[in-house]
């Protein structure tokens, strides 16, 4: 390959990499901004703060929505044309929302930005890998989730700025600048139609109607859990979800072009490094669920301080997922998976039998080291679970990657909520004074994460093993091509 070709195929990977790093950032940015106007919603528009709470969630349930739908795009109009659709509502999201007159049009505008965001996100995990290749892969996936934890880190900050020095429209109209750069950048450097399928694709109503009812009413279940006073609500929901969700999966592995192929759990290491990318869901949320409540009601250090605690967090997922997938690249699987759960395994058992008289300045190295962990183990996993997938099953490989991520998260804090209110009861029941049963309740939820890490063991087992298998395969494919090009070079030169 001349200097000029590969300066331009260098080129062309780098304009990719920056062009879906910065659409992903504003699709995370757009939920985070908008978390810390919340009360200001509720005083402008006069409105309760359940209401107003739906500039965050309905965000969410379109989210999740357009993300099962994403699979089924791409094969019609490949990854190229759904990634810029996902601009053009990104777009249109924020038009809307920052000419609203009133908060329901408001809420219009975050169904389209929620819409936009479902399809860029799990898409500019395909183009990065398209764009990168196998063996690069992990590098480019490190940057890319480095990046994401900083804005969601940064993102409330930025929208409190926003807020203090201009109006509350500018949460949106921010948006449009930055995604015409992406619109342009997407033409320039995105190129092809990978993915799409000629021919007829039927549409999977059935299963679009089946998975869409069965996540809202998941959601909304569990959202319910904490708010409601009648346990009928939260159970009825949660039945419809597990029938909805049940026969969803029995239609698709019988359907001819289901909506999303669930036939992919077939593949052992999809499935396994799915699991895994629940569990640092689980850890991660975990941490910012907890970390505050520590600092504010334990340690009386002030929310603004209590914030900033959790950064180092986001910032060592960032800078260790990119540590990660540099490992991951050169050494497999087992040099970054291995690591990254037993540190997470270390703290929480320490945290479980220390917590109680360490100072503030151990528990910031923990959560340091928690921050290494999960970015270790997160952007291996998602590289992992994509790189054993056929090219025709990228698009529903990796939707699956992000709802399993979202949903993980909304779980997790129901489950840690519980564990934290029923075990704090028990122990002031048991005449502990208020701020050791909050600690002591804490110590209750990390030894339930750490249970849970020691489960998922054998399955960081069978990633590595199942990595390793694939990596070799594709090693000697890459070999036995070189060859052939060398031999066809010498043939070429005889010839000559």
């Not at 764009?131 to 880190?153: D, K, N, R, T, V």
Request: with cysteine.
């Amino acid at each position: 390959m001349s200097t000029q070709a590969q300066t331009g195929a260098g080129l062309k990977k780098w304009g990719i990499f920056i062009t879906t790093l910065i659409a992903s950032i504003t699709v995370i940015m757009n939920n985070s901004l908008q978390e810390v106007a919340v009360p200001l919603y509720i005083e402008i528009f006069q409105i309760p703060t359940l209401n107003a709470q739906w500039i965050v969630s309905l965000f969410s349930l379109t989210f999740l929505i357009s993300l099962t739908i994403a699979p089924y795009l791409a094969k019609k109009f490949g990854y190229r044309n759904v990634f810029f659709f996902g601009l053009i509502l990104l777009t249109t999201g924020a038009i809307i929302g920052g000419f609203a007159p009133a908060f329901n049009v408001m809420l219009l505008a975050r169904v389209f930005q929620g819409a936009g965001g479902g399809l860029i996100m799990p898409i500019c995990l395909v183009i990065l890998r398209e764009g990168f290749g196998h063996e690069q892969q992990g590098f480019a996936m490190g940057l890319w989730s480095f990046s994401g934890m900083i804005a969601q880190a940064f993102g409330p900050t930025i929208g409190g700025i926003i807020l203090e020095n201009s109006s509350w429209n500018y949460l949106f109209f921010a948006n449009i600048p930055v995604v015409i750069f992406c619109l342009i950048a997407t033409i320039v450097f995105v190129k092809g139609n990978i993915g799409k399928i000629d021919g007829a694709i039927t549409f999977d109503w059935i299963g679009f109607i089946l998975i869409s009812v069965g996540l809202v009413s998941l959601v909304f279940a569990i959202e319910q859990i904490q708010k409601a006073n009648n346990v009928l609500i939260p159970a009825a929901l949660f039945i419809v979800a597990v029938i909805c969700l049940t026969t969803f999966v029995f239609h698709s592995l019988r359907a001819k072009e289901p909506i999303i192929n669930i036939r992919i759990m077939k593949n052992s290491l999809f499935t396994a490094s799915l699991i895994i990318t629940i569990c640092c869901a689980f850890t991660m949320t975990s941490l910012v669920f907890i970390i505050p409540l520590l600092m504010q009601q334990v340690l009386n250090v002030g929310p603004t301080l209590s914030g900033l605690a959790a950064l180092p967090h986001a910032v060592m997922v960032g800078v260790f997922g990119i540590v990660g997938g540099k490992l991951l690249d050169r050494y497999g699987a087992k040099s970054a998976v291995y690591p990254g759960l037993f540190i997470l395994l270390g703290v929480s058992l320490f945290f479980y039998f220390s917590l109680n008289s360490i100072p503030i300045w151990a528990i910031i190295v923990c959560i340091v080291l928690i921050g290494i962990g999960n970015g270790m183990l997160s952007t291996t996993t998602v590289a992992t679970a994509l790189s054993n997938l056929k090219q025709d099953q990228l698009g529903e490989g990796s939707s699956m990657v992000n709802i399993s991520k979202h949903l993980g998260k909304v779980i997790i804090v129901v489950v840690v909520a519980f564990i934290l209110d029923s075990r704090r009861t028990q122990y002031l029941a048991e005449n502990y004074e208020t701020s050791a049963a909050i600690v002591a309740s804490i110590q209750d939820v990390y030894l339930f994460l750490a249970g849970f890490l020691v489960l998922m063991i054998p399955v960081v087992w069978l990633i590595c093993k199942k990595y390793n298998e694939k990596s070799g395969v594709a090693k000697n494919e890459g070999t036995l091509a070189k060859e052939e090009t060398l031999v066809k070079e010498e043939e070429t030169q005889l010839q000559s």
